[in-house]
């Protein structure tokens, strides 16, 4: 039995801070995410630790207790890149949101927040809220396994007509 995609998840991966430097004086950073069984990966931005990236990756979710995955990597051109740092994040705040049936709700109306604790990657509070009919989420990941760096990413639910009836 094939699971039932419930949504899209658009991951807006907005940019980097502060990022490890793994080449000579800087890095040659991109992002990889990841769910499940789905991989997808930004554009390499040239000798910069404080990329800006603004690419929106579309991942399909079927099981939004599946923990988003993200890897920083360092291009390299005759080595293996170098790991600059991963995170994770949780989309089921963002998920119980859409299931309210907001309409009608003044853009920019915080649904509810995320606080930064042991257990996730966030740097800072994170929001999810309304505007112009959907539900988005912002985050500022703090990298683990790296001496420095963070990712500010924003998501964006988009239903699907499989998930109406959510």
Same mark, same amino acid.
């Given at each position: 039995?094939?699971?039932?995609?419930?949504?899209?998840?658009?991951?807006?991966?907005?940019?980097?801070?502060?990022?490890?430097?793994?080449?000579?004086?800087?890095?040659?950073?991109?992002?990889?995410?990841?769910?499940?069984?789905?991989?997808?990966?930004?554009?390499?931005?040239?000798?910069?630790?404080?990329?800006?990236?603004?690419?929106?990756?579309? /991942?399909?979710?079927?099981?939004?207790?599946?923990?988003?995955?993200? !890897? &920083? $990597?360092d291009k390299d051109?005759?080595? #293996?890149? %170098?790991?600059?740092g991963r995170a994770?994040?949780?989309?089921?705040?963002?998920?119980?949101?859409?299931?309210?049936?907001?309409?009608?709700?003044?853009?920019?109306?915080?649904?509810?927040?995320?606080?930064?604790?042991?257990?996730?990657? /966030?740097?800072?509070?994170?929001?999810?809220?309304?505007?112009?009919? !959907? &539900? $988005?989420?912002?985050?500022?990941?703090? #990298?683990? %396994?790296?001496?420095?760096?963070?990712?500010?990413?924003?998501?964006?639910?988009?239903?699907?007509?499989s998930s109406r009836?959510?």
């Amino acid at each position: 039995m094939v699971p039932e995609m419930l949504g899209l998840l658009k991951v807006k991966v907005q940019r980097g801070f502060n990022l490890a430097v793994r080449d000579f004086w800087s890095s040659d950073p991109y992002v990889i995410v990841k769910m499940g069984k789905q991989k997808l990966k930004t554009r390499v931005v040239r000798r910069n630790t404080n990329p800006v990236w603004n690419e929106e990756l579309t /991942l399909s979710v079927e099981d939004p207790n599946l923990p988003v995955r993200l !890897e &920083v $990597f360092d291009k390299d051109t005759f080595s #293996l890149d %170098d790991p600059m740092g991963r995170a994770e994040f949780d989309i089921r705040m963002l998920v119980e949101a859409v299931k309210m049936k907001l309409e009608g709700l003044p853009n920019g109306t915080i649904i509810t927040t995320v606080t930064p604790c042991r257990k996730n990657c /966030l740097a800072e509070v994170s929001r999810v809220y309304w505007s112009d009919g !959907e &539900v $988005f989420q912002d985050l500022i990941l703090r #990298l683990r %396994d790296v001496e420095r760096g963070e990712v500010e990413l924003k998501l964006r639910w988009v239903s699907t007509q499989s998930s109406r009836d959510l």
